[in-house]
Structures are given as structure tokens and as C-alpha cells.
């Protein structure tokens, strides 16, 4: 309750700062005569705050229906949106306030409104428990089972909070049990996953099935493993599902309650026959996922008393002792030595011993070399567990590194004093051309390691393959001692991106300040692009106070500003804007800073960069689209709304393929709802420079709702491009079936129209290879033609005549043939074979001995351009801690069975 009042509070704080304090104090105060009073007194009901959230939007989450009624009878818009699209009833839903949804129900509020995640106010009030206000909706509704953006329907939010009740008014309402999300996850799955046992025994009563699969062959069971919900688990075994089936990386129910620590569930798969030994398609069984997880001491315990093979080896030949080692699990790696065979070393040991106690895992070292296990197997790679261990968790090429590169890269100054007392070189290069030098720049943050090899003669000179030498290493991690002791000068860029500020200052000051803060690298970037391109706003604001111009470019013709829109660092651009940059400036491409925070959806950047104009302009990339095509094409709502809140943006600018063309294409529905109602729907029937319309590039792409949204606001149905092509003919052209379903049973598009070529969109349907009709080709010589048998039989079905010919003479029979000297032989046969009658030796006639031009030649088929792939330009490095990252040694957890971590 305390919470409750805690966020009402902070609601009521916010709409005072925006809206008139007096309304709202009156709303949030309950005061339904101040509120009357107000009205009276011709408050605006239809006010907005800064959220775009309204009186009535207030109201509704109170609860109070009084207040609200009078609103409404006081000219309060029922339907109002705020900037996530939550209308009134959506908030009242949320608040589960019965009489506020009676209110706004009596005054017509919309129960099919969606938010910006497609939410309608059943999915809310599935989500909220909210049974009464559902009752209340469901009458109203024609389709209990409609989805949100994620494809979820009220019955999985229903399923997923568990509550019993909610779920069985959705199921008595003909709720779809097996509807599935767009990850083919099903109500069933949600309930196993979140252990919610009575919903899951209501929806296995209702026909749900519990052995679906989602995309990734997660079953119940898989959900309700992986997050040790016991009880479910027991139910789904009891039913009889298959304990041992595999999702679609090979895992097991085991595989996943190992992973994730779940020794309950462990046991109790075990205890009903899961196979302790089975492996996943990479050869890793459940032990060694229990090794290498966090929390899976336990389910060790419990793998190896029911036999588990300790010496299990994975298609890249680690055993569950490898996994051990390489992630650090002292206490398992101990578990499986205990019980495993006891084989003496071979001699090769001694090399990889001293490495052990060099760098790593110590505990583990220790374990594995007292033990008298066989530490030296290796897998497949030639890496033993001491290698992994002795890698400490990273991983590591062990290719010509020496014991000294290992005691400089984990900063033991015994080891360094030791070794390089008994005469190891200290300039032996590694693969890479690492000194041990590189390796204690970048780990030793006090210096001591590196002093003591400088004064040993090691060159701070020497550079690796790719041409870095020690300061790049530790300006990279920031490491002020080590540049202190070996720089003289350096390029600032790596000092830059690492944000390091305070070395930063001092390679500037070591340096002519004006040439420090002007150098550029490879691709003519200057450290000024290399900070705001990470985001360092302490760097951007040294840099600029040192001089940095703002308006250099570097080899595409981009400023730091441009970084700073495509990244969104917001900070970062307001610098920039202060100290003058221009956002004017348009790169090679003739994208401007606008147009990049348009395209990757930075609202933030994007206003900041529109209120540093006083005069708005419409500025046109090299294709001639504008920052408002970027962000309708790239689906970013806010971004949408922001420029067309600027009258500038609402007269048509730049590339005739318009800004509803570009959302349609890539079913940006909100945006193209946005333009529409701002714009006008006079814009549905716009046309690009093929004369093309939005209602053409929807059906091109297959995207129903926007066809619909369209074909809402009476966008033409038949009209055609330069082409002759209808929508209908674009669809069907390209087997764009639910477009064609949506064209067809809808809006009733003409099946009669032909194109240029006098192609029908039947003709365009049965021909899957892209081709030209000539005059009098039939639908059946086309699928013939193609050899669709399936198409041949529906339209052999449908009366299509087997006599028929084209303009060669040739029955849909000799359209088979591949070219035209076989199909002269193939009449040949046949006239040899058939009973001749009068009509057929004319037919055979003419097909034999006409001069054949066979129908087969390519058609260009009609393509839309979408927008250029945006790219920023990222600066490349090389990841300067890469000792010990040997591609196979060290999997990260998440890595274990690939996506398997993500669960749900």
C-alpha cells in the first residue's frame, strides 16, 4: 500500500510541473467539487503534460469514476493517447478499477485501442489479475485471442502471472489454448517456466499440449527444468512426457536444470530415468555443464553417484575437468578427482607446472597438481585442464609464450624478479609479436613489474604485428604509472576511446597541446570523434577546452558530431552544439547529423539537434531522403513524432518513395499511423517515381496490418504502377500470400487486370521463375512451364482446358518442354500416338510445324530499393588483453549450449 501511495505521489508531481496545478490537485485529491468547480471555471480537460497524458488519463488511474464522468461530459477526449499509446481504459484496466472501466465503457472508450507494444486492455487486465474489468471487456471484444507485438495473447499474460481465474474466463471465452507467440512459445510454456502448477493442470484440461515445442524446441518440461519448478516438473513427468528429449541444440531437461543449478529438479530427473550420460550435439553431457556453472556443486554430487562418465570427452575433447578448470570451480574440480582413475603424469607436466603457479587459478593448480590425476590429457586443441587453469578463466594461445610473459601479464613481481634473474629474455616476442613488456603495460596498474623490466633492458620500442607498442598498451587501460615511466609521446586515440582522462591530460600537456589535440589516425579521425564516439564526456570537455575543432572531418566527411548523433550520446552533443558544431554538415553520403540520430532512433540527440535551429530545415541525403524517411524506415516512433511536430516535416520533401512508403515496407505500423493522422490519409495514395503507391510496397513485403491500416483509409485498391501492376499483382508476383488473402477477401481487388505484359495476377501466382508473358499464354502454360504440379491439378481441377493454345500453337502439354526443338519432337510423338481426327491434324499441324518462340525468356522482375544499410563507422582496435584467448580453451557460461542460457 505504501508503494502505492508512493507512485501516486510521484504521478501527482509530475503532472503539476506540466499540466495546471489546480486540476490535477483536485483530481489526485479526489475533490469532485473542486474538480466541477474548475471545469466551470473552463479548465482544459484535454491539457496534456510532457508525457502527453491527460486529466482523464489521471483519473482513470485513481480510479475515480466520479471524476470521470464528469470529465468526459465536460469535453474530455475518452480515447486519448499518451505517448506510449495508453488510452484512459488502458490505465483504469491497470488499476483494476471496475466502475472507471463501467464509465469509460458507457461513454464509448475504445476496447480495441493498442499501446505502442500492441497491447489491448484485455492483455492488460490478463496481466494485472484484473478478472472484473475483464469481464467487463470480453462482451465487447469480437477476438479474445488478439496478440501483441510479441505475438502473445491475453491467455499467455494470463498464464504467465498465474492466476487461476483470469485464466478460466479466458478459456470460457473461447480463448485459443495453443495459441503460440512469435517465438512459438505457448501459454503452456509460460505456466511450466514460472511454476504456476494449477494454470498449467486448467490448460492440460482444456487440450493444451505438453509436448509442443517453441522455434528452439523448448518444451514445458525444458521451461520448468530450467527454473527449478519442482512441482511442475513432477506433473509434466507424471503425464509421460519424454524425459530425454533434446531442444534444438541437443540439450536435455538435465542438460538445463544442470546449467542452471536446479538439484531439486536434478534429482528428481534422474530419479525418473534421464539419462545422466546423454549428450548435446556440441558432446557435452550434463556434467560438464555442472562443472562449468555457478551454482552446480550439488548437481555434481548427485551426476557422479549415479554413474555419470567423469571422463566424458566433448566433440572438442575437453572432459567435465577441462570445464573445471577452465571457469574456476575449485571444489568440483576436487569432487571429480576424488572419483576418477589416479594415472601418474607423464613428464611433459613439468613444463606446464611452471606455468601454473605463475598465472592462474590457484587453488585449482594446486588440486591438480597433487592430485596424481592425468593432468596432462589434452583435448583436441592440445590443451590440458593445468593449461586452462593456469589461464585463469581467459582464454589463451599457449603458441610461443613463455613462463615470463605469463608472470608479467598477472603483474608477480616474484615470478619477473625470479625469472628474469635465471636469464629469461625479456624482449622474447609471442606469436603476436608481444614482449613481456606489452603485458605488464596493460596489467600493472602501480608499474612496479614494468619499472623493474625497463631497468632490465626491456625495449619500450618494440612494437607487435600490428604496430603497438607498450604506451598504446597502457594508455589503453589507463595506466598512468606505466606512461609516466615510458612515454615521451603517443597517438592520443587510444587513450581517448578508453576514456581515460586524466592521462589524457597528461599526453596533452606533454606534448604541443595544438598538435596533440589535431592528430589523426588511419581513417582521419581525431581523438575529439574517438571520446564522443564512446561517449567520454569528461574527454570531450578536456578536449575542447584544449582546442579540439568541432568541425573536422575525417575521411567520409563526418564530424564528432555526427558520432555523437549516430551513438546517442546526448551529453556528449550538447557539448559539441555549445562550442559551435554545425549540424549542417553532411558527410559523403549527404547525411547530416539529423538525419543519423533520425535513422538510429536518438530522440534525444534529435530534439537537441532541432532546437538549435531557429529556423527548421528539411536537409536531403544523396538519394534525396529525408531525416523523416530514416526514422518512418527504421520504425522509431518517437523520432516520428518529434519531426512531425514541425510544420516543415508535414509538406512532402525529398524522394517521392515518402516517408509512408518507407514505414509500410518494413511494417513500421505505428509510424505509418502517425503520418496518416498528421498528414492527412491523402497520403495513402501517394506514388514514388514508378508510380508506385504505399499500398504496393505493404503488399510487396507481405505486411498485413499495414495493408490493412491502409486499405482503412481508402487507399486504391487497383491502382497501378508504370508497370501495369496492381498491389494484388505485386503479391501474388512474389507468393506474398496473406497480402493476396487480405487484397482478395477484402478490399475485393480486381482478379481481371493484366499488366504491361498481360500478365494477370493469376499468371504472376503460377509462375514462381521470374518470366514475360506473350499473347494468349494461359495460367495453365505458365505452371506447366515451371513444372508446379500442385498448381497444375488445382487449375486441371478448375476446368482450365488442356486444348488451349498460345500464340505458337502450343497446348499447356508442350509448354513442358525446355525449348522448342523438344517441344517439335514431343508433337511429333504425340501426333503419332493419338487418333487423328479432323481437328487434331490441324491442331498438329500447326504445333508441329510453327515457327516456335518459346515463352521462356527473363523478366525483370519489379524490386523495391529500401534505404541503404545506415553503418557507422567504428573505430577498429585491437583488443589489447588478448593473451590467453584461444578460440575453444574458455567458453563463457552463456556459451556452454549457445542461446540455451537465455531460457526465456
Known amino acids: 500500500v505504501g508503494n502505492v501511495y508512493i507512485y501516486i505521489y510521484i504521478n501527482y508531481l509530475k503532472f503539476i510541473k506540466t499540466i495546471s496545478p ?36 489521471a483519473a482513470a488511474y485513481l480510479g475515480d469514476a466520479e471524476i470521470i464522468e464528469l470529465l468526459i461530459l465536460s469535453g474530455a477526449r475518452e480515447n486519448a493517447k499518451d505517448n506510449k499509446w495508453l488510452t484512459p481504459l488502458h490505465r483504469a484496466v491497470a488499476s483494476c478499477s471496475e466502475e472507471a472501466v463501467q464509465v469509460l465503457l458507457k461513454h464509448s472508450a475504445d476496447v480495441n485501442a493498442r499501446d505502442k507494444s500492441w497491447q489491448t486492455p484485455l492483455h492488460v487486465a490478463a496481466s494485472h489479475k484484473a478478472v472484473r474489468c475483464a469481464e467487463a471487456l470480453v462482451p465487447l471484444l469480437s477476438n479474445v485471442n488478439v496478440s501483441d507485438r510479441a505475438g502473445r495473447t491475453p491467455l499467455h499474460h494470463a498464464a504467465f502471472s498465474g492466476h487461476l481465474e ?36 486448467l490448460l492440460v484440461s482444456h487440450g493444451a499440449e505438453v509436448c509442443c515445442k517453441d522455434k528452439k524446441s523448448y518444451s514445458p518440461l525444458h521451461a520448468a527444468a530450467s527454473s527449478g519448478m519442482i512441482n511442475v ?84 575433447g575437453k572432459t567435465p575437468l577441462h570445464m573445471a578448470a577452465i571457469h574456476g570451480r575449485y571444489s568440483r574440480s576436487q569432487a571429480i578427482i576424488q572419483n576418477g582413475e589416479c594415472v601418474i603424469p607423464s613428464t611433459a607436466r613439468m613444463r606446464t607446472e611452471t606455468l601454473l603457479f605463475i598465472y592462474g587459478f590457484s587453488d585449482c593448480c594446486r588440486k591438480l597438481l597433487s592430485s596424481g ?73 602501480d608499474g612496479k613489474c614494468l619499472e623493474y623490466l625497463l631497468r632490465n633492458d626491456a625495449n619500450p620500442a618494440l612494437r607487435d604485428k600490428d604496430g603497438y607498442s607498450a604506451v598504446h598498451y597502457a594508455s589503453a587501460y589507463g595506466h598512468r604509472v606505466c606512461l609516466e615511466l615510458i612515454a615521451n609521446e603517443t597517438p592520443l586515440d587510444v587513450v581517448t576511446i578508453n576514456n581515460h582522462s586524466e592521462c589524457l591530460r597528461l599526453l596533452i600537456h606533454n606534448t604541443d597541446q595544438q598538435t596533440a589535440v589535431s592528430i589523426r589516425d588511419g581513417k582521419e579521425q581525431t581523438p575529439l570523434m574517438l571520446a564522443v564516439l564512446g561517449g567520454h564526456t569528461d574527454c570531450v570537455h578536456l578536449l575542447l577546452s584544449e582546442g579540439a575543432s568541432v568541425e573536422a572531418r575525417d575521411k567520409w566527411g563526418r564530424t564528432a558530431l555526427h558520432r555523437g548523433a549516430v551513438m546517442g550520446h546526448e551529453a556528449c552533443v550538447e557539448a559539441l552544439l555549445q562550442h559551435g558544431s554545425s549540424l549542417l554538415v553532411q558527410d559523403s553520403r549527404g547525411r547530416s547529423p539529423m538525419h543519423l540520430a533520425a535513422a538510429c532512433g ?103 496490418e499495414c495493408l490493412q491500416l491502409l486499405l482503412g483509409h481508402n487507399a486504391q485498391v487497383n491502382a497501378i504502377d508504370m508497370l501495369g501492376k496492381t498491389a494484388l499483382m505485386m503479391a501474388a508476383e512474389n507468393g506474398q500470400t496473406n497480402a493476396v488473402e487480405v487484397l482478395v477477401s477484402s478490399a475485393k481487388a480486381d482478379l481481371t487486370l493484366q499488366d504491361a505484359h498481360r500478365n494477370t495476377a493469376l499468371h504472376l501466382a503460377c509462375s514462381k521463375v521470374p518470366c514475360f508473358s506473350v499473347s494468349c499464354l494461359r495460367p495453365l502454360h505458365v505452371a506447366a512451364g ?41 508433337a511429333l510423338i504425340l501426333s503419332s500416338m493419338m487418333p487423328i481426327s479432323p481437328s487434331s491434324t490441324r491442331t498438329m499441324s500447326s504445333l508441329t510445324f510453327t515457327t516456335i518462340n518459346h515463352y521462356s525468356s527473363p523478366s525483370k522482375t519489379v524490386t523495391f530499393d529500401p534505404l541503404p544499410v545506415l553503418r557507422s563507422e567504428h573505430v577498429s582496435y585491437c583488443k589489447f588483453n588478448s593473451l590467453g584467448r584461444e578460440d575453444g580453451l574458455i567458453i563463457p557460461d552463456d556459451e556452454l549450449n549457445d542461446s540455451d542460457s537465455e531460457t526465456y
Not at 175 to 200: C, P, S, T
Open 22 to 57: 489546480s486540476l490535477i490537485k483536485a483530481i489526485f485529491n479526489g475533490d469532485a467539487d473542486e474538480v466541477r468547480s474548475l471545469i466551470f471555471k473552463k479548465e482544459d480537460v484535454n491539457v496534456q503534460d510532457c508525457e502527453k497524458r491527460t486529466p482523464l488519463h
Open 166 to 201: 483470469m485464466v478460466q474466463l479466458l478459456v470460457s471465452r473461447g480463448a485459443n489454448i495453443n495459441a503460440f507467440d512469435k517465438k512459438d512459445r505457448r501459454a503452456v510454456h509460460w505456466a511450466a517456466y514460472m511454476g504456476h502448477l494449477e494454470v498449467m493442470k
Open 233 to 316: 516438473v513432477k506433473y509434466l513427468l507424471h503425464l509421460g512426457v519424454d524425459i530425454k528429449e533434446p531442444n534444438a541444440y541437443g540439450n536435455s531437461a538435465l542438460h538445463l536444470a544442470c546449467f542452471n543449478g536446479q538439484d531439486v529438479v536434478v534429482n528428481e530427473l534422474i530419479e525418473a530415468g534421464a539419462d545422466v550420460n546423454q549428450v548435446n550435439e556440441k558432446g557435452f553431457s550434463p556434467l560438464h555443464f555442472t562443472a562449468a556453472s555457478r551454482q552446480g556443486a550439488l548437481c555434481l554430487e548427485l551426476l557422479i553417484a549415479n554413474r555419470a562418465n567423469i571422463n566424458s570427452k566433448s566433440k572438442d
Open 373 to 445: 590425476f592425468d593432468v596432462d590429457t589434452p583435448d583436441d586443441f592440445g590443451r590440458t585442464c593445468l593449461h586452462a587453469a593456469a589461464a585463469g578463466g581467459t582464454p589463451c594461445g599457449l603458441d610461443d609464450l613463455t613462463a615470463l610473459h605469463y608472470a608479467a601479464a598477472n603483474c608477480n613481481y616474484q615470478c619477473v624478479f625470479a625469472l628474469v634473474g635465471s636469464g629469461a629474455s625479456v624482449n622474447e616476442r609471442d606469436i603476436r609479436g608481444c614482449g613481456p613488456l606489452h603485458y605488464t603495460a596493460a596489467a600493472d596498474s
Open 602 to 704: 536518438h530522440v534525444g540527440v534529435l530534439r537537441a539537434l532541432l532546437k538549435t535551429q531557429k529556423t527548421v530545415l528539411v536537409l536531403k541525403d544523396n538519394c534525396g531522403y529525408t531525416p523523416l524517411h530514416w526514422a518512418c524506415y527504421n520504425g522509431h516512433d518517437a523520432c516520428v513524432e518529434l519531426l512531425l511536430e514541425h510544420d516543415v516535416f508535414q509538406k512532402p520533401e525529398g524522394n517521392s518513395f515518402s516517408p509512408l512508403h518507407c514505414a509500410v515496407i518494413n511494417d513500421n505500423e505505428s509510424a505509418a499511423e502517425m503520418l496518416i493522422e498528421t498528414l492527412g490519409p491523402a497520403i495513402v495514395n501517394a506514388t514514388d517515381s514508378q508510380t508506385r503507391t504505399p499500398l504496393h510496397a505493404a503488399a510487396y513485403t507481405d505486411h498485413v
Open 786 to 826: 515451371n513444372g508446379l504440379t500442385v498448381v497444375v491439378q488445382e487449375l486441371l481441377g478448375k476446368g482450365a482446358s488442356v486444348l488451349a493454345v498460345d500464340e505458337n500453337g502450343y497446348t499447356p502439354a508442350l509448354a513442358c518442354a525446355p525449348n522448342k526443338d523438344v517441344a517439335d519432337c514431343l
